[in-house]
């Protein structure tokens, strides 16, 4: 049988593409070795692919910060304003990813949104009236020739054309139809430069089409692709979905003139489902997702073998291959060298998972794999029971009542005790909770992971980063403030290592966006806090200052949507496990003294089902509660606050407010405050803090812009509603642009404070 792989990761496996990537900004090197690094990057990857035999590697996967923006580019979706900065290529893709603030000009940066299901991000392509789509690069070309020239053939992997319009802003009077002529021609040109230099396969992705398809939306894609499939010369096309099932479009997928179709087995829940009573083409390859690309656990052969035999019973031929990209997983277990040998030997990163391959294409030509050494092997390890089991936790999550999932008194009553307690000015403002993590910051980390310093001497020199924090704030007039995060690297990573059933890796890291990566933790067993995590840190900083200081907490959705989880039990078993750490920890904090506690939820809107009729079953209806949970036994005149990042939550938004907390910040400034409009019509009733400005481009706002800012959210947003902060932590940018834009937005706060007394 042959395999497959959809995509690798490509941020180097040490991060050396995030590295070098920020030595260019800062012009220590130069655009050639930067390139030079993305080479050696793609070279290691087909290098390990072609040792494992994989049949169908990718090329074009590879980027130097999104693959959806590489295809804006290469189709010359490039908006004006990043034009007139006359920039090279290179310069110009960076420009577009994070914002231009130098000598040619000043421009922000796209808006950045979330891939689908994942903590990946993609930056969202803008057209317009005036776009003209043509092809406008070379990359995929030179990507292919590259990998020829080392004796890899690869299929070139490019985003499709229905996701690309389905994930694309338009400009006003633009629509996706408008752009299909174009974009057609734009396809067949480059299919014809693959056919000119030899390409056999090429893939394209379209995720878009495991969602809720309107019968707009199918007659979009199909139009699409019989225009796209009549010129395409001897070159086979290979759709490409992953993330959810095709139920929306299998009957005119199956009709299509492309030679293979790749599904996802283990997301997309109907697929095999679709395969077997609908049949599939026998002229056409089936690539049949099922080595898990988001998740880092061994595979069962058991289940793999049994569903592959399955899918062969109804496609006369089958390429196994892996659910979706490898881009959410890590690169490989070869650095993690502290974790035991027992837990290393349950997973599978993404180079382990081309043996993964190898062995299950191996073992489908085997007359009875049942007695291969590979089989029982893998049998053996995955029907061990494994170790962290813990029975006490698993009764309190059974024993939990709607009692613990309710706070009283209601939300309009805390919100009066709470005035009276805080005395806060109107538009209050704070920030999100980390300050910039210095190198002075990262070098006390980093001297305390190496063993060179201990824990004491570490704790010493995070107080005293807190306290300097604290002072900055008074200084600069801010009215809630944060003890700034200092002892945490990672919002998910720091509760994982305090909390039991945690395991960590040193190096398995996964790329969020552009050169950021996150490294997550794996949930291996049951979750318990054993001891506080925050509270030293929160009561120190109280201590320092008249004005409150927030505890600061990641909520227990976040902390399972960032983890990588266990496959033995539900979701919502673990939210309900690490909700009463977290619901430990909240009251020790309030008994400790801390009036204010921030519980973020950045990453909820992340799992949210695809579909919108699995929203409630599979996710809402246990994930809003497990986030009450954490907060329902604190008194009245204790505040909660939460956070949210990125996402569009206005469909949720109800769903938002019932998460119960007495005030909630989120990113509004990169997608230009339409959930504001949301905000108004659903009469939401939480208080709120619409970020003032994009944390995630180095550029300073100045005062005018904040104002005029702040003037547009108030002509949605009641005044005693509104929150003035910036749209997420700070923990990724320097002090120097933080400690100017922070000014300029409370000066903003200032400017908007008189104008209203003035007002009334
Ligand atoms: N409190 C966190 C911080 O400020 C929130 C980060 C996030 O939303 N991603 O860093
Ligand atoms: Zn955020």
Redesign the pocket.
């Known amino acids: 049988m042959q395999s497959a792989v959809v995509g690798f990761p490509r941020i180097g496996k040490l991060r050396e593409l995030k590295f070098a990537s920020e030595k260019y900004f800062r012009g220590e090197i130069s655009g050639q070795e930067l390139k030079q690094v993305g080479k050696e990057i793609r070279k290691e990857s087909w290098k390990w692919q072609k040792e494992q035999g994989i049949s169908f590697i990718s090329s074009n996967d590879f980027s130097f910060y999104d693959g959806v923006l590489d295809m804006a580019l290469l189709l010359g979706a490039i908006p004006s304003d990043y034009k007139k900065l006359k920039l090279n290529e290179l310069d110009t893709l960076f420009a577009m990813a994070r914002g231009y603030q130098k000598r040619a000009g000043d421009v922000p940066a796209l808006a950045m949104k979330k891939w689908f299901n994942t903590n990946y991000h993609y930056l969202v392509p803008e057209l317009g009236k005036e776009t003209k789509l043509t092809l406008s690069g070379t990359k995929p070309f030179e990507e292919y020739e590259e990998a020829k020239e080392q004796g890899v053939e690869t299929k070139p992997v490019l985003l499709g054309p229905f996701t690309f319009l389905s994930l694309a802003r338009y400009g006003k009077g633009a629509k996706a139809r408008d752009f299909v002529t174009d974009l057609i021609r734009a396809y067949q040109e480059i299919f014809h430069q693959f056919s000119s230099r030899g390409v056999q396969w090429v893939q394209l992705d379209e995720p878009a089409l495991v969602k809720d398809l309107t019968a707009d939306e199918l007659k979009l894609f199909e139009g699409l692709y019989q225009q796209l499939t009549e010129k395409k010369e001897r070159l086979k096309l290979l759709l490409q979905t992953y993330f959810g099932d095709v139920r929306d479009c299998y009957d005119s997928l199956i009709q299509l003139k492309v030679d293979g179709i790749g599904l996802d087995f283990l997301e997309g829940r109907k697929n095999l489902e679709l395969v077997t009573k609908k049949g599939f083409p026998q002229d056409k390859l089936l690539f049949a997702g099922l080595v898990n690309g988001k998740n880092i656990w061994k595979s069962d052969y058991e289940k793999v073998l049994g569903t592959l035999k399955e899918i062969q019973g109804h496609a006369g031929q089958v390429v196994l291959s892996t659910s979706c990209s490898l881009l959410h997983v890590p690169y490989t277990l070869e650095n993690e060298s502290k974790l035991t040998e027992e837990i290393k030997a349950h997973f599978s990163f993404a180079r382990e998972k081309l043996e993964e391959l190898k062995e299950l294409a191996f073992l489908t030509e085997c007359e009875d794999y049942t007695q291969e050494k590979e089989y029982l092997a893998n049998q053996r390890l995955v029907k061990a029971k494994r170790c962290f089991q813990n029975e006490q936790v698993r009764v309190a999550v059974e024993g939990l009542t709607e009692k613990m999932l309710t706070r009283v008194p209601d939300r309009a009553e805390r919100e009066k005790i709470q005035r009276e307690e805080f005395q806060l000015p109107l538009f209050p403002t704070t920030?999100?909770?980390?300050f910039p993590q210095t190198k002075e910051v990262k070098k006390n980390r980093s001297l305390y992971k190496k063993g060179e310093i201990d824990k004491a001497a570490y704790d010493k020199q995070v107080y005293a980063f807190i306290a300097e924090c604290i002072s900055k704030q008074e200084e600069m007039g801010l009215d809630v403030l944060v003890h700034g995060?200092y002892e945490r690297n990672d919002?998910v990573e720091f509760f994982g290592e305090n909390l039991e059933g945690y395991v960590f890796t040193q190096k398995a890291w996964v790329q969020s966006y552009g050169t950021r990566c996150v490294k997550p933790p794996i949930i291996f067993g049951d979750v318990k806090r054993s001891c506080p995590i925050t509270v030293d840190y929160s009561v120190f900083a109280q201590s320092r200052t008249k004005k409150p200081v927030k505890g600061?907490l990641t909520g227990p959705v976040t902390i399972l949507n960032w983890s990588f989880p266990r496959e033995d039990i539900s979701l919502k078993e673990m939210a309900f496990q690490i909700g009463i750490a977290i619901r430990e920890e909240v009251l020790d904090l309030e008994k400790a003294g801390i009036r204010i506690i921030?519980i973020?939820e950045?990453a909820l809107k992340e799992k949210l089902p695809i579909r919108k009729s699995d929203w409630y079953s599979e996710y809402l209806d246990w994930a809003i509660p497990a986030f009450r949970l954490c907060h329902s036994g604190v008194r009245p005149t204790t505040q909660i606050h939460t956070?949210?990042?990125y996402s569009e939550f206005n469909e949720i938004i109800k769903d938002i407010d019932h998460m119960d907390a007495d005030v909630i910040s989120f990113e509004a400034s990169r997608s230009k405050l339409t959930l504001l409009d949301a905000i108004r019509d659903s009469g939401f009733e939480t208080q709120v803090g619409p970020g003032v400005y994009d944390i995630h481009s180095p550029r300073i706002p100045s005062l005018k812009e904040m104002k005029g800012t702040l003037d547009q959210m108030l002509k949605k947003v009641k005044p005693d509603k509104l929150w003035v902060n910036p749209d997420?932590?700070?923990?990724t940018r320097g002090m120097e642009e933080t400690l100017p834009s922070l000014r300029n937005m409370v000066e903003a706060a200032r400017l908007v404070r008189e104008e209203a007394v003035r007002g009334k």
Do not use: N
């Open positions: 920030t999100i909770g980390s995060e919002m600061m921030q973020d950045a956070h949210m990042c997420c932590g700070l923990k």
